[in-house]
């Protein structure tokens, strides 16, 4: 079992920069790859982003390429967001996730997400 709690949200203005965490329990923390995902209202939850086990891999949405950074550590069983020249369509809440398989699928594991609100 892995219990995941995000952190960080906010409302902050277009341009502008946060950083999400999300702090995991449990003493296997680095087998899992974990993800960032969101949700706008009405509309489907997206995959945001990933890092391997290690944290030597990443993989992002084509969104949000070159403004946002996955990273984790491990020590400290968090993985982090970092969200930088945001956009109004960026808004949502933000969920964390946690895959044993692979960063495309497999998430079994969610946090109760975070709001994330960009004005223009």
């Known amino acids: 079992q892995v219990q995941l709690v995000e952190s960080g949200g906010g409302l902050v203005q277009a341009g502008g920069s946060l950083r999400l965490s999300c702090a995991a329990s449990?003493?296997?923390?680095?087998?899992?790859?974990m993800g960032w995902f969101h949700q706008a209202p009405g509309k489907e939850r997206e995959f945001v982003a990933a890092?391997?086990?290690?944290?030597?891999?990443?993989y992002y949405a084509d969104s949000v390429k070159g403004r946002f950074t996955i990273s984790r550590d491990n020590a400290k069983n968090t993985v982090y967001l970092q969200m930088s020249s945001l956009k109004p369509e960026d808004t949502a809440v933000y969920y964390c996730?946690?895959?044993?398989?692979?960063?495309?699928?497999?998430?079994?594991?969610w946090g109760q997400g975070t709001q994330v609100t960009v004005s223009s």
């Open positions: 996730a946690a895959s044993p398989l692979s960063w495309l699928s497999g998430y079994d594991y």
């Open positions: 449990g003493r296997t923390f680095s087998r899992y790859f």
């Open positions: 890092v391997s086990g290690s944290g030597g891999s990443t």
